[in-house]
Nanobody
Framework: QVQLVESGGGLVQPGGSLRLSCVAS????????LGWYRQAPGKQRELVAT??????????NYAESVKGRFTISRDNAKNTVHLQMNSLKFEDTAVYYC?????????WGQGTQVTVSS
């Protein structure tokens, strides 16, 4: 069993920035797939960004709506995945969830609320 704890959400004005963090209860150094997803009210959960690391090489993938604004990164020494969010828009408002895949099993955090409002 893996526990994931997200933090860093909050209320921010349009154009502002937030940095989300997700701390895992186990080492993520050998975890190939990590990601951030979000779910807005009345909508399905959607992919925001993923980072896949195989044999020392990492590849990132972003939803079109966040490309150029969001950056996903991993800190294996701290068992942490970050999501740097810049130039936030109203439509980025959602609950953001951290996800890791270990031996084919999906683990999710409890989510952190991000609200973009003026």
């Amino acid at each position: 069993q893996v526990q994931l704890v997200e933090s860093g959400g909050g209320l921010v004005q349009p154009g502002g920035s937030l940095r989300l963090s997700c701390v895992a209860s186990r080492s993520i150094s050998n975890v190939e797939h990590l990601g951030w997803y979000r779910q807005a009210p009345g909508k399905q959960r959607e992919l925001v960004a993923t980072i896949t690391s195989i044999l020392g090489t990492s590849r990132t993938n972003y939803a079109e709506s966040v490309k150029g604004r969001f950056t996903i990164s991993r800190d294996n020494a701290k068992n942490t995945v970050h999501l740097q969010m810049n130039s936030l828009k109203f439509e980025d408002t959602a609950v953001y969830y951290c996800n890791i895949v270990v031996w084919g099993v999906d683990y999710w955090g409890q989510g952190t609320q991000v609200t973009v409002s003026s």
